[in-house]
């Protein structure tokens, strides 16, 4: 019996790179069943709405999804398509792994770590903003609970003991951020206390910041806040060559989503170059998650191969190659 998914398409370059990783996907046999859904702009042309309630229902479904880029308006309604996702799935665990692969266009070679980012809480969850009728003044609060502080230390810690990683950098703003963060790092202590199989630190974030840019190599996994590890994930992506090749899964209790990070870069949509790889590696860790440890194996092999003989490869890899030859290009490793 197949495995079924929701799959998403989503806007700008995603039809593109969602067609090319199904198609890479389908070589490598993986046994799953796609149930297309809209999301975004592509959604509200053809039904009025951002978010229609028949994808939530689908992902409620198959608690498992996969999706591309989607592109939220400009104006009221949502505030971000992928928090309302996230919030509405209480997908709490952000996970997202930045690996150095030769022949891209990174400065370094030797970068393999994890970003565990709280996603539910914190600055992002907005609670109480408002700005004053004149404009003079903005505020929102900033709330963390020792709930959500202890379930994402405790799934890093749980990361890091599945995968053999060796230490777990926690990253706060104590020093300032008394209470939120504060809180933040004295649960993680509490909890590091039950992993004795695994060392851990914390580090202030802008030292974090620091460190990541001279020695990467000294990370292993990080689990931060929310805004941090918005922030902190994506300089890691920087070590290893871009977004291109950033993949994220947002994980709860009863769904998870696997998404490609970057925007739907509207500017090269249709033009065929766009670089599918972060959804394909956001489809490796889907394969991990469904316990398919194998092809996951296989599919990141075949991405890094191709990576590093520059087969087919997509402008921003350097080569001179479309979407859909770079997707070949792959599918034939993953046979």
Do not use: W
Request: net charge negative; glycine share 10%; aromatic share 6%.
């Amino acid at each position: 019996m197949k495995q079924q998914i929701t799959v998403i398409r989503g806007d700008g370059i995603g039809p593109e790179i969602m067609d090319a990783s199904l198609k890479v996907l389908d070589a490598l046999d993986a046994g799953l069943a796609y149930d297309f859904q809209l999301a975004g702009l592509a959604a509200q042309d053809e039904t009025g709405d951002l978010l229609p309630a028949a994808t939530l229902q689908s992902i409620e479904t198959n608690g498992i999804a996969l999706k591309a880029p989607l592109t939220t308006p400009v104006g009221g309604g949502f505030k971000s398509l992928n928090v309302a996702l996230r919030s509405h799935f209480d997908l709490y665990a952000n996970v997202r792994p930045a690996i150095s692969f030769k022949g891209s266009l990174s400065r370094y070679e030797n970068v393999d770590l994890i970003t565990v980012r709280e996603n539910t809480e914190g600055a992002y969850l907005g609670e109480g903003a408002f700005t004053t009728p004149d404009g003079s003044r903005a505020e929102s609060k900033m709330i963390a609970t020792r709930t959500g502080c202890e379930r994402i230390v405790r799934f890093a810690f749980e990361l890091a003991r599945r995968n053999g990683r060796k230490r777990v950098t926690v990253v706060h703003k104590a020093n300032i951020l008394k209470d939120v963060t504060g809180m933040f790092l004295s649960v993680a202590r509490d909890v590091a206390s039950e992993y004795v199989d695994v060392d851990c630190d914390d580090m202030i974030v802008d030292n974090a910041c620091m460190q990541l840019v001279m020695r990467p190599e000294r990370f292993d996994v990080i689990v931060t806040t929310n805004l941090f590890g918005d922030i902190i994930s994506d300089l890691c992506a920087g070590l290893v060559g871009g977004l291109g090749l950033a993949p994220g899964a947002n994980i709860g209790e009863k769904a998870a989503m696997f998404e490609a990070v970057h925007g739907s870069a509207p500017d090269i949509a249709g033009r065929g170059i766009a670089n599918p790889c972060a959804l394909l590696l956001a489809a490796a860790q889907m394969l991990e998650y469904l316990e398919m440890h194998d092809k996951a194996r296989r599919l990141r092999k075949a991405i890094g191969d191709a990576i590093s003989s520059a087969d087919r490869t997509t402008p921003d890899l350097g080569g001179n190659g479309t979407t859909d030859r770079f997707a070949d290009a792959i599918s034939e490793r993953v046979r």
